[in-house]
């Protein structure tokens, strides 16, 4: 037989019991759905070339999946110089995940002179509701 312990046995612990098990139940269930919604969006930008012509045109498409399939996100685009915004490209909200854009055109200036020999990415930030930022970059030397 095992020896009574000194402290009186509290039933309202066995009464708590299932309710704890539940509970915990619920918490890793609840973890799995926030893992699931945590899940990163893939940004693609794929650019004409790598080296863009001073005042000429030059295409550019942003593609944002989620598990695969378009998903609809808000995207920002930029010009970086070494890691620091240079230009702003535009923030645009897509309802198919897909952005396309040509420099060059009416609307969309060409690059400047003044940008050939420097080493720049076009930066896509994408935000989709419920999930992490997302970013992409294309390098380009603008001859």
Not at 61 to 76: C, D, M, S
Not at 79 to 98: D, I, M, N, P
Request: charged share 15%; hydrophobic share 45%; with cysteine.
């Amino acid at each position: 037989m095992f020896p009574r312990s000194r402290c009186a046995y509290d039933a309202r612990v066995r009464k708590a019991l299932p309710i704890i098990v539940v509970l915990a139940a619920l918490a890793v269930c609840g973890s799995s759905q926030a893992t699931a919604s945590a899940t990163k969006p893939k940004v693609t930008i794929v650019g004409q070339d790598h080296k863009p012509l001073v005042g000429k045109k030059w295409h550019y498409e942003v593609r944002v999946t989620l598990n695969g399939k378009p998903v609809a996100a808000f995207i920002h685009l930029q010009f970086l110089f070494h890691g620091v915004a240079v230009g702003e490209v535009g923030r645009h909200t897509v309802k198919s995940g897909f952005w396309q854009e040509t420099f060059g055109t009416p609307g969309h200036p060409p690059f400047p002179a003044s940008a050939a020999g420097q080493p720049l990415v076009l930066q896509a930030t994408v935000r989709v509701t419920g999930h992490p930022v997302a970013k992409a970059g294309w390098s380009i030397v603008v001859q």
